[in-house]
């Protein structure tokens, strides 16, 4: 983009008219870069090493805050060196949780931007209120004259019930929220079991959900996340106590499914383990005792009305606060801080009446349960733990980074970390070392969910007759519209000759009669027995199902929009093909047809996959 006296920053979904200023896209990367448009996505892909540590530096640096002499950590201190601050959206990162994540990125992009082209005017084509007051504050520190142009209607469609409850004050969305607990109540009836104590004892926190309907029907517990470990720690002597996290699923539809699984299992307790839900343990006492400490966050909460200041980026000149308010408000005394205290409370009641455990597992993927957890668990004297990084470690997951500064921090309120992170593989590895997280602390293990495909490797040749192509879903609502709107364009620009099947991701079903010209078969099955039977994988952003396709060595497609952070596993990934219009989705699929092949590669590039579970069976001391 060259100097220009004028700048026009369009965040509309819609084609901008013909402007002489200098045009900059928002929320797409535009067709192709030229001396007139630009793109904040696109700049923010080409830096985003410099930007993604900007982002890390600002949230340790407000957790670091002073306010009356004291760090914001502090001040969220419940009174046993454990913060309140890390279980925070804000201190979670989650892209998913907090979208306004990305822009908080791009605004730090944007400023850069403008620092090399110094407009002396910008103007700003947007319906967000949040954003104009965000670049208008940017503007005014950079000396740069602003206007914003609010025509047109580019927020999302809300219901008249939404509207209402968004403008709810926060305290009154977090006591609603309350309703939740209530939904749950039946997976009391669930008794707590008596647990396994011995020695050869291990504990595992799992989510309830990636299950084999065909074997938990019937009494056995099986989960995907986990597949072969518990047989190889049933093997090798151990008794496994389980605390599940239920949620709904296809699989998994309602809690009375759910209760009648972890009974039968309970019934063969030497084979499956024992299990109880989480919300078992809830009470009307324990119910109070979350309501009391959430009050004491409303408390702290009025202490720090006037932190607005404080979410200044340190060295540049932009303003965070009005895309993390809400963020702020949910974890202080909103629907997040409520959840956050049922979390402390009920796991604090299930580590202090379990036998001592000595060893403990649990999914990683930093959420702030698992800062309830680990501080249960060392509050009431147990072992060591053990974070299982389970899945994949995309680059703007920002869940799984931190700042340097926190992971190494010491003394009281800090960041709770497991005593060993294992990762199932090198680029897990690499992602978590490369981003400072403590190397004596990361542990490798087999991929336990991705063990198929160690025989699914194989070399691949194009079949004859149709291109078979295999759409793997992802749960969020955006992105998989996003996909099927670009994939029911592609197909008209296509010559006859490919079928398109579409696998959902279990925790969203995707209502296809919005796609009526997309003709589309539907599945349900594993990806150990699909893959095996197609040519090629279109991936919608964030799944993680992308990766077994490539490991598997289909070419794969992903889409992505400059709407949303490129959240794929596959982002810088050799071979990987990453499309944003529909004429680059026919143009990647014909490409494919026309003999494209996949990139080679090996799963250890990926994954460590040796059946024999070596690095488990040293991990866990088993013989």
Same mark, same amino acid.
């Given at each position: 983009?060259?100097?220009?006296?004028?700048?026009?920053?369009?965040?509309?979904?819609?084609?901008?008219?013909?402007?002489?200023?200098?045009?900059?896209?928002?929320?797409?990367?535009?067709?192709?870069?030229?001396?007139?448009?630009?793109?904040?996505?696109?700049?923010?892909?080409?830096?985003?090493?410099?930007?993604?540590?900007?982002?890390?530096?600002?949230?340790?640096?407000?957790?670091?805050?002073?306010?009356?002499?004291?760090?914001?950590?502090?001040?969220?201190?419940?009174?046993?060196?454990?913060?309140?601050?890390?279980?925070?959206?804000?201190?979670?990162?989650?892209?998913?949780?907090?979208?306004? =994540?990305?822009?908080?990125?791009?605004?730090?992009?944007?400023?850069?931007?403008?620092?090399?082209?110094?407009?002396?005017?910008?103007?700003?084509?947007?319906?967000?209120?949040?954003?104009?007051?965000?670049?208008?504050?940017?503007?005014?520190?950079?000396?740069?004259?602003?206007?914003?142009?609010?025509?047109?209607?580019?927020?999302?469609?809300?219901?008249?019930?939404?509207?209402?409850?968004?403008?709810?004050?926060?305290?009154?969305?977090?006591?609603?929220?309350?309703?939740?607990?209530?939904?749950?109540?039946?997976?009391?009836?669930?008794?707590?079991?008596?647990?396994?104590?011995?020695?050869?004892?291990?504990?595992?926190?799992?989510?309830?959900?990636?299950?084999?309907?065909?074997?938990?029907?019937?009494?056995?517990?099986?989960?995907?996340?986990?597949?072969?470990?518990?047989?190889?720690?049933?093997?090798?002597?151990?008794?496994?106590?389980?605390?599940?996290?239920?949620?709904?699923?296809?699989?998994?539809?309602?809690?009375?499914?759910?209760?009648?699984?972890?009974?039968?299992?309970?019934?063969?307790?030497?084979?499956?383990?024992?299990?109880?839900?989480?919300?078992?343990?809830?009470?009307?006492?324990?119910?109070?005792?979350?309501?009391?400490?959430?009050?004491?966050?409303?408390?702290?909460?009025?202490?720090?009305?006037?932190?607005?200041?404080?979410?200044?980026?340190?060295?540049?000149?932009?303003?965070?606060?009005?895309?993390?308010?809400?963020?702020?408000?949910?974890?202080?005394?909103?629907?997040?801080?409520?959840?956050?205290?049922?979390?402390?409370?009920?796991?604090?009641?299930?580590?202090?009446?379990?036998?001592?455990?000595?060893?403990?597992?649990?999914?990683?993927?930093?959420?702030?349960?698992?800062?309830?957890?680990?501080?249960?668990?060392?509050?009431?004297?147990?072992?060591?733990?053990?974070?299982?990084?389970?899945?994949?470690?995309?680059?703007?997951?920002?869940?799984?980074?931190?700042?340097?500064?926190?992971?190494?921090?010491?003394? =009281?309120?800090?960041?709770?970390?497991?005593?060993?992170?294992?990762?199932?593989?090198?680029?897990?590895?690499?992602?978590?070392?490369?981003?400072?997280?403590?190397?004596?602390?990361?542990?490798?293990?087999?991929?336990?969910?991705?063990?198929?495909?160690?025989?699914?490797?194989?070399?691949?040749?194009?079949?004859?007759?149709?291109?078979?192509?295999?759409?793997?879903?992802?749960?969020?609502?955006?992105?998989?519209?996003?996909?099927?709107?670009?994939?029911?364009?592609?197909?008209?620009?296509?010559?006859?000759?490919?079928?398109?099947?579409?696998?959902?991701?279990?925790?969203?079903?995707?209502?296809?009669?919005?796609?009526?010209?997309?003709?589309?078969?539907?599945?349900?099955?594993?990806?150990?027995?699909?893959?095996?039977?197609?040519?090629?994988?279109?991936?919608?952003?964030?799944?993680?199902?992308?990766?077994?396709?490539?490991?598997?060595?289909?070419?794969?497609?992903?889409?992505?929009?400059?709407?949303?952070?490129?959240?794929?596993?596959?982002?810088?990934?050799?071979?990987?093909?990453?499309?944003?219009?529909?004429?680059?989705?026919?143009?990647?699929?014909?490409?494919?047809?026309?003999?494209?092949?996949?990139?080679?590669?090996?799963?250890?590039?990926?994954?460590?996959?040796?059946?024999?579970?070596?690095?488990?069976?040293?991990?866990?001391?088993?013989?």
């Amino acid at each position: 983009m060259t100097v220009s006296a004028s700048l026009v920053v369009w965040d509309r979904d819609d084609d901008p008219p013909a402007y002489s200023e200098q045009l900059l896209y928002w929320r797409h990367y535009g067709q192709r870069e030229s001396e007139s448009v630009s793109s904040v996505p696109r700049y923010l892909e080409e830096h985003a090493d410099r930007l993604k540590k900007k982002y890390l530096a600002f949230i340790h640096e407000l957790g670091e805050h002073r306010v009356a002499s004291r760090r914001l950590i502090d001040h969220l201190d419940a009174g046993d060196g454990f913060s309140f601050w890390w279980m925070t959206l804000l201190a979670e990162k989650s892209p998913f949780k907090s979208p306004r =994540i990305y822009d908080c990125l791009r605004l730090l992009a944007l400023e850069e931007i403008l620092l090399a082209n110094r407009p002396a005017m910008l103007t700003l084509a947007s319906s967000d209120r949040a954003l104009v007051q965000a670049i208008s504050r940017l503007c005014l520190n950079l000396d740069i004259r602003f206007r914003a142009q609010r025509s047109g209607g580019t927020g999302k469609a809300r219901t008249a019930l939404r509207k209402g409850y968004d403008a709810l004050p926060s305290w009154l969305q977090g006591m609603l929220s309350l309703r939740h607990s209530l939904r749950r109540w039946r997976l009391r009836r669930v008794n707590i079991p008596h647990w396994y104590s011995a020695a050869k004892a291990c504990f595992i926190c799992s989510y309830f959900i990636h299950l084999d309907p065909g074997q938990c029907a019937q009494g056995k517990f099986h989960s995907r996340q986990w597949e072969g470990l518990p047989k190889l720690l049933r093997d090798g002597g151990r008794l496994t106590n389980w605390i599940q996290l239920f949620l709904v699923s296809e699989v998994v539809p309602d809690a009375e499914t759910g209760i009648g699984w972890v009974e039968a299992f309970n019934r063969d307790a030497a084979n499956q383990g024992l299990h109880v839900f989480l919300e078992s343990y809830l009470t009307p006492a324990r119910v109070m005792r979350a309501l009391r400490m959430w009050l004491w966050l409303v408390g702290v909460k009025r202490r720090l009305r006037n932190i607005q200041s404080a979410f200044n980026v340190n060295g540049t000149r932009v303003w965070l606060w009005p895309m993390l308010r809400g963020d702020w408000h949910a974890s202080l005394n909103g629907p997040v801080a409520m959840a956050n205290c049922l979390w402390v409370t009920l796991f604090d009641e299930a580590l202090a009446t379990m036998p001592r455990q000595h060893q403990g597992l649990y999914l990683y993927e930093n959420q702030s349960w698992e800062k309830a957890l680990l501080r249960a668990w060392r509050r009431h004297g147990h072992g060591e733990i053990i974070g299982v990084q389970h899945a994949t470690v995309p680059y703007w997951h920002l869940y799984y980074f931190d700042d340097p500064r926190s992971l190494g921090a010491d003394g =009281i309120s800090t960041l709770p970390l497991p005593d060993r992170l294992a990762v199932n593989g090198g680029v897990a590895w690499r992602a978590f070392a490369d981003g400072g997280y403590p190397k004596e602390k990361l542990m490798e293990v087999e991929a336990l969910r991705y063990l198929y495909l160690y025989e699914a490797a194989a070399d691949r040749h194009r079949r004859s007759g149709p291109l078979r192509v295999l759409v793997v879903g992802d749960m969020i609502p955006a992105s998989m519209r996003n996909l099927l709107g670009l994939l029911q364009d592609a197909a008209r620009l296509i010559p006859a000759g490919y079928e398109f099947t579409l696998k959902p991701h279990p925790g969203y079903a995707v209502d296809l009669g919005g796609f009526p010209d997309l003709t589309i078969a539907e599945t349900n099955e594993s990806l150990a027995k699909l893959l095996g039977g197609y040519d090629v994988a279109l991936a919608a952003n964030s799944t993680s199902a992308a990766v077994d396709a490539y490991v598997a060595r289909l070419p794969v497609i992903v889409a992505v929009d400059g709407g949303s952070l490129n959240l794929s596993p596959l982002r810088g990934r050799p071979g990987a093909r990453f499309v944003s219009t529909s004429q680059e989705l026919a143009d990647a699929l014909q490409s494919v047809a026309g003999g494209f092949a996949a990139h080679d590669r090996r799963h250890e590039d990926f994954f460590f996959l040796s059946p024999d579970l070596q690095r488990w069976r040293r991990l866990l001391a088993l013989s």
